[in-house]
Nanobody, 125 residues
């Protein structure tokens, strides 16, 4: 398992932006597919975005397409999620996820092997 630590969450008004970061304990270069998952109270876990190592193939959930951008800096062992045009329905705890398998992180309901403790994102209307 990879140790993952998220940061960058907070409270913002609708239409605003936030950038989440995820630092890993070790090298993730060319080994792990990385992703962001969110869970709101009373709702199922939802895959938000994912990215492969190397060529950086990306996946986005339908609800965030065009608003969120996932990226990674393997030299810094860091994953990012740029969130723009935030909506109240984006309110959730956001988790960084990692798995050797692309399909484990890039799905509407991903099934990943490693996950951080999460960071809260709250969007007010």
């Amino acid at each position: 398992h990879v140790q993952l630590v998220e940061s960058g969450g907070g409270s913002v008004q609708a239409g605003g932006s936030l950038r989440l970061s995820c630092a890993s304990s070790g090298s993730i270069y060319d080994t792990m597919c990385m992703g962001w998952v969110r869970q709101a109270p009373g709702k199922d876990r939802e895959g938000v975005a994912a990215i492969t190592p190397g060529r950086g193939r990306r996946y986005y959930g339908d609800s965030v397409k065009g608003r969120f951008t996932v990226s990674r800096d393997d030299a810094k062992n860091t994953l990012y999620l740029q969130m723009n045009i935030l909506k109240p329905e984006d309110t959730a705890i956001y988790y960084c996820a990692a798995d050797p398998s692309w399909t484990a992180v890039a799905a509407r309901v991903p099934t990943f092997g490693s996950r951080g403790k999460g960071t809260q994102v709250t969007v007010s209307s």
